[in-house]
Each structure stands twice: as structure tokens, then as C-alpha cells.
């Protein structure tokens, strides 16, 4: 069974950076594809980033896009999220998720692997 943690969360002020990781129990992602996910308080997860194992392709939720810079380093099984610019409303569980076949999507179903989170809060 595919295993799933996330790491990196944390307190961050508005405006700071953080970089989230996620590794993932197999010998390579060449793949899958992994997703990002968050759930702020109160509200519905949703889709933030996205990369392909075979060849990279990103993809990022607008409200993020210019802030967030998803990557892999498939030989780590690892995915990480670096977010800059933090805002108040980034502030949420981020979730990493993997499926199979190896190509991105924003519909939480098609994915089959999940991790339990890490927690994010930008506050001052």
C-alpha cells in the first residue's frame, strides 16, 4: 500500500515563504502524477497545484499562480510546494495526493494515495 507524509507546515507571518514536502513510498514517481490540496476552516478542499511524474508538467489553482512553485525530485519520491507571498486566506491543512495514470487532474476521486496533512496558518 502507497504511503503518503507531508511535511514542512507551519506558522508563517503574511508575506513569508514556506516550502511543503511530500514523500511518497515508491522507488520513483516517474508514475504518478501528485497533487496538492488545502482545506481552509470552514471551507471545501480544493486543488492547488499539480505535477506529472513522466515528464513535469505543473499545473496551479489562480490563486496561487505567481506565488507557488511545485517540483519533484523523482529519485527522492518527493514532491515539494514552495509558496511564497504568503497570504491569510493560504492558511489551511495541505494535503499530497498521488494517482495513477500519470496525468493531473483537480477532481479529488481520481486520486488514490492521500496523506494526512500538514498544517499551514499565516497569521501575524
Known amino acids: 500500500q502507497l504511503q503518503i507524509v507531508e511535511s514542512g507546515g507551519g506558522l508563517v507571518q503574511p508575506g513569508g515563504s514556506l516550502t511543503l514536502s511530500c514523500e511518497v513510498s515508491?522507488?520513483?514517481?516517474?508514475?504518478?502524477?501528485i497533487g496538492w490540496f488545502r482545506q481552509a476552516p470552514g471551507k471545501e478542499r480544493e486543488a492547488v497545484s499539480c505535477i506529472t511524474g513522466t515528464d513535469g508538467r505543473t499545473s496551479y489553482v489562480d490563486s496561487v499562480k505567481g506565488r507557488a512553485t511545485i517540483s519533484r525530485a523523482n529519485a527522492k519520491a518527493t514532491v515539494y510546494l514552495q509558496m511564497n507571498r504568503l497570504k491569510v486566506e493560504d492558511t489551511g491543512v495541505y494535503y499530497c495526493?498521488?494517482?495513477?495514470?500519470?496525468?493531473?487532474?483537480?477532481?479529488?476521486?481520481?486520486?488514490?494515495?492521500w496523506g494526512p496533512g500538514t498544517q499551514v496558518t499565516v497569521s501575524s
Open positions: 495526493a498521488a494517482r495513477q495514470p500519470d496525468y493531473c487532474s483537480a477532481y479529488e476521486p481520481d486520486y488514490n494515495f
Open positions: 515508491v522507488l520513483t514517481l516517474d508514475y504518478y502524477a
